[in-house]
């Protein structure tokens, strides 16, 4: 009756092994997809904190632009405009 036994089970360890392959190779596959996405997610995560100094450092000028003194002095300087009452001299000698 024992080799009856040994007769009937003989598909059961080739199936195993088929069933530990795969899972094996699924396993690496798997681990290789979710190794480069961790990259990608650096890189995307350094590159938001890149583009957050920058929005940083966008906001800082637009404020320091938006001053009434910068703008006064960009009215002067590249506009040539002047406040009313003030006098204007030019330099002749240039």
Do not use: C, H
Request: hydrophobic share 40%; no cysteine.
């Amino acid at each position: 009756m024992a080799i009856r036994k040994t007769k009937e089970g003989w598909w059961l360890t080739p199936l195993i092994a088929i069933v530990l392959i795969y899972a094996a190779f699924t396993f690496t596959a798997q681990s290789n997809d979710l190794y480069i996405l961790n990259l990608e997610i650096k890189q995307l995560e350094q590159k938001i904190a890149r583009e957050e100094e920058e929005k940083q450092r966008l906001i800082k000028e637009r404020d320091e632009i938006s001053s009434d003194e910068s703008i006064e002095k960009i009215a002067r300087e590249k506009l040539g405009m002047v406040k009313d009452g003030e006098r204007v001299f030019v330099d002749i000698n240039k």
